[in-house]
């Protein structure tokens, strides 16, 4: 079982490859067995009012499908690539502002540095030695 999966890898992919090299024979057949249809030529009549009127050099109808799915391709991918972008810039924004707060929370976990004189007595120096009436002179 190893040797096949090895040989075949991920099984979605092995499975994306199957549906389209199936799909691919299926269109490949309907096209030979059409393949007068598509070799056929057609015109395209513009008549505006006011305007005059256009007509196109004949074109053969399988560049006209193939010109409608590129034109189709451009039409869907041109958005979804510009809203990708954008959530790019929002992502890499968020991702800058999550930065800064770890840093931050990183900064506030750390005790902070007590500055005394070095003269002073620590609070355990302090309990260690009693006190006496020259200390509270000095206090006050």
């Known amino acids: 079982m190893k040797l096949w999966n090895d040989i075949i ?5 092995f499975l994306i490859v199957i549906v389209s090299l199936a799909i691919f024979v299926f ?8 393949l007068d249809m598509f070799q056929q030529t ?9 305007l005059g009127h256009y007509t196109s050099r004949p074109i053969q109808f ?7 799915v590129l034109v189709g391709a451009l039409a869907t991918g041109i958005p979804g690539w510009l809203a990708n972008s954008r959530l790019r810039g929002v992502v890499r924004k ?13 900064s506030l976990r750390q005790p902070p540095v007590e500055t005394r004189p070095l003269t002073e007595p620590t609070l355990e120096e302090k309990a260690e030695k009693p006190a006496t009436p ?3 002179r000095e206090e006050i």
Do not use: C, T
């Not at 057609?42 to 006011?50: C, E, S, V």
């Not at 399988?62 to 409608?68: F, G, N, Q, R």
């Open 9 to 13: 890898g991920d099984s979605m992919a």
């Open 27 to 34: 269109i490949a057949k309907f096209v030979m067995d059409n």
């Open 42 to 50: 057609f015109a395209i009549h513009f008549n505006l009012p006011y």
């Open 62 to 68: 399988m560049y006209m499908i193939a010109l409608s």
């Open 94 to 106: 968020q991702r800058k502002e999550i930065e800064n707060l770890q840093r931050e929370l990183e």
């Open 134 to 136: 020259s200390d509270w």
